[in-house]
């Protein structure tokens, strides 16, 4: 299998697209896990350094305090970092507003409604990315024995691609920001420690269902392929759901921007990648994705000034 599966996408590709499962739709009680409630609206740089939640990425803020990158962030934008991200949130959530029949759930800090009656999917999310309204549609029914359903991961905004084209990680079978869905029962049955972890880390995440569907391991690759969950009780087509933002204000978009970059290269590195997010969209090959695009370009274009 491919360690790298990320590509350019035709828009008159079969694989990809608008296509529903031919069967109708996906059965059966599903929510919505958006895996932080920070208040970003309300957030400023003492606040934001002095976070301790075990479920937020505090290597990432740690890191950001250490290396001054939000004061290069305030030079090269009009909007300061919160204010962004707290206009990513909202796009998220009204994105999720879209999505019928499904209950919605912010933050990782109180996890009773696991121990509820009932059955139901669960679909983790950070809050800068979206689902299409007809996820259920584009699942499509999944077999009673089915406990993960798996599709590619769909990334926009991508540095990694041709400007104006989404990309794809569809050739390695792993759990990504938002491309997959779980069974609360499965989870149930898994130790009280790895449910946190599951749902927090998406990387944790892999590696704890491969665990427990007895999935193979690689340890000559990178963390985020280490497993391949091929195999029996996933549901895999090729079909995406959902969608995930490379935005510069995201932890591994910002770590790719700034890591290694000299400090006096930080703010024109982070105005570039602002600037790709006003590309046009043109080859927009999933229809159902165009709100949110236009609001995270129109949102871009407002940071540039």
Not at 240 to 247: C, D, N, R, T
Not at 259 to 266: C, L, M, T, Y
Not at 292 to 300: C, E, G, P, R, V
Request: proline share 7%.
């Amino acid at each position: 299998m491919s360690q790298s599966g990320d590509h350019r996408i035709e828009p008159t590709g079969p694989e990809y697209g608008t296509r529903m499962s031919d069967g109708g739709a996906m059965t059966g009680a599903r929510r919505i896990l958006v895996r932080t409630d920070v208040d970003w609206a309300s957030m400023n740089m003492e606040r934001f350094a002095a976070q301790s939640n075990p479920n937020r990425p505090l290597a990432f803020i740690e890191l950001i305090r250490r290396r001054g990158w939000l004061d290069a962030w305030a030079e090269a934008f009009t909007m300061d970092f919160f204010a962004y991200r707290s206009a990513l949130q909202s796009i998220s959530a009204a994105a999720h507003e879209r999505v019928p029949n499904t209950t919605i759930t912010v933050g990782l800090d109180d996890l009773g409604w696991l121990d509820e009656h009932g059955d139901e999917w669960i679909f983790p999310v950070d809050d800068d990315d979206v689902f299409a309204p007809g996820m259920a549609e584009i699942i499509g029914p999944v077999d009673d024995d089915v406990v993960l359903v798996l599709r590619p991961q769909y990334y926009v905004f991508n540095p990694k691609s041709e400007p104006g084209h989404l990309t794809v990680l569809d050739e390695n079978r792993v759990m990504f920001t938002n491309n997959w869905g779980i069974r609360k029962s499965f989870v149930r049955e898994l130790p009280e420690a790895d449910v946190r972890e599951l749902f927090a880390r998406h990387s944790d995440g892999t590696r704890i269902v491969a665990d427990a569907l007895g999935r193979p391991g690689f340890a000559e690759r990178s963390e985020w392929l280490r497993h391949d969950l091929s195999g029996p009780r996933v549901d895999w087509s090729t079909t995406p759901f959902s969608l995930a933002v490379k935005h510069p204000g995201s932890s591994t978009a910002m770590k790719n921007i700034l890591f290694d970059a000299a400090p006096e290269d930080h703010v024109a590195r982070l105005r570039a990648a602002m600037q790709l997010m006003t590309e046009p969209y043109d080859a927009d090959p999933i229809g159902w994705a165009r709100p949110a695009i236009d609001d995270y370009q129109a949102l871009a274009r407002a940071c540039l000034g």
